[in-house]
């Protein structure tokens, strides 16, 4: 089946830790996305890519980074420099055209701080 | 004025009833509309795409209205698993790809 997977499902950090989500679609999608969900609060976008090895800073990118050496993977990693990690990630994927074309997402990383 | 606004409710309605979401948006230079559904603790999936002369999918009707910067969800007959929070999906470029999400409006649907 076509999607995008996220893992894993459930990530604990220690203090001045690194650590990196996996982003995976077989859409064949140009557009790949990582947005941060806080409880009662909208999306927010950390950061995406249009096309292999081209990303752009979205709102909240401090903290993060990504790369997108592969058109199917976009790994974040979340560093110690972000302060408050805990959230919801999530993972999307779109195709790159004009017009309307929506996001597909991931089911998710929940990330905590230990 | 947020670039993406919704009334965060929680709007409780009965089964069967009719019920309407409304959202505005900033950038006048907006092309790509969408409304997404959003479950307890899940990821975001597209319940429709929204265009100008308005649509409809089942009990679902979307409309857009340019001039007032304004798009609206109407549900129908409204069943116990609508509940759910409705995000309202704007395109944050004129061209780009990039999606502004709203923080979404709460639906409860009791029996």
């Known amino acids: 089946d076509g999607g995008i997977t996220q893992s894993p499902k459930y990530l604990f950090r220690k203090e001045g830790q690194n650590v990196t989500l996996s982003c995976e679609q077989n859409?064949?999608?140009?557009?790949m996305y990582w947005y941060r969900q806080d409880p009662g609060q909208g999306l927010r976008l950390i950061y995406y890519?249009?096309?292999?090895?081209?990303?752009q800073k979205g709102d909240i990118a401090e903290g993060y980074s990504v790369s997108r050496e592969k058109k199917e993977s976009f790994p974040l990693t979340v560093t110690s420099a972000q302060k408050n990690p805990t959230a919801f990630y999530l993972c999307?994927?779109?195709?790159?055209?004009?017009?309307?074309?929506?996001?597909?997402f991931g089911d998710g990383t929940r990330l905590s701080i230990l | 004025r947020k670039e993406v606004e919704q009334d965060p409710g929680p709007f409780n309605v009965p089964e069967g009833a009719t019920v309407a979401f409304n959202c505005t948006y900033s950038?006048?230079?907006?092309?790509?509309f969408f409304w997404y559904r959003q479950d307890c603790r899940k990821e975001p999936k597209l319940l429709m795409s929204v265009y100008s002369s308005g649509n409809e999918d089942g009990r679902f009707t979307a409309q857009l209205n340019r001039a007032s910067q304004y798009i609206s969800l109407l549900i129908r007959d409204s069943k116990l698993s609508d509940s759910a929070t409705y995000l309202c999906v704007v395109n944050r470029e004129q061209a780009g790809t990039a999606l502004i999400f709203g923080k979404g409006t709460t639906l409860s649907v009791s029996s």
């Open positions: 859409l064949n999608h140009d557009a």
């Open positions: 950038n006048s230079a907006s092309q790509s």
């Open positions: 890519s249009q096309i292999v090895n081209d990303f």
């Open positions: 999307a994927s779109s195709r790159f055209r004009d017009g309307n074309q929506p996001q597909h």
